[in-house]
């Protein structure tokens, strides 16, 4: 019955810069905008087909407090090519590391201190074998 995600909601103190880092950093654009007293409150961002980062203004979100969510998780083409990318722009990112489910993966936050993991399949990941993973943590 379900298909896929449809969008990530999350919530942003600063929307400029958010959106300047994931434009900056995925090239994604805005698709459009949610207004409110005729002010900009906030977008949604294209991740392709239909999948979306929905993000709001809220001023209370400021970074290293809980978010409202967790993470989300990207799925990339290459990691090693995104983390240069990203160190490239002055931005702190994870090493690359593989993980419990055999899936590449690296670590990065958003400006308000969203954890975005950025996810590369492998061949023996678990997510195309089905295989149970033991994690540690």
């Known amino acids: 019955m379900l298909k ?14 958010t959106e300047r880092f994931y ?20 977008y949604y961002l294209g991740l ?16 290293g407090n809980n978010p409202l969510i967790n ?13 240069a990318h990203v160190r490239g722009h002055g931005h702190n990112i994870t090493d690359k590391k593989l ?6 993966q690296a670590w990065i936050d ?4 969203v954890r975005i993991e950025l996810f590369e399949y492998t061949e023996k990941s678990a997510q195309f074998t089905g295989a149970d993973c033991i994690v540690d943590w």
Request: net charge negative; charged share 20%.
């Open 71 to 83: 993470h989300m998780c990207l799925e990339v083409e290459s990691l090693d090519t995104l983390i």
């Open 99 to 104: 993980g419990a489910d055999n899936t590449w």
């Open 23 to 42: 434009a900056d950093l995925f090239g994604l654009q805005r698709s459009f905008n949610f207004y409110k007293d005729g002010e900009l409150h906030g």
């Open 110 to 113: 958003d400006p308000s201190g």
């Open 4 to 17: 896929q995600i449809a969008h990530i909601c999350i919530m942003s103190h600063d929307l400029e810069a």
């Open 48 to 63: 392709g087909g239909r999948t979306f980062i929905e993000v709001f203004h809220n001023p209370t979100a400021a970074a």
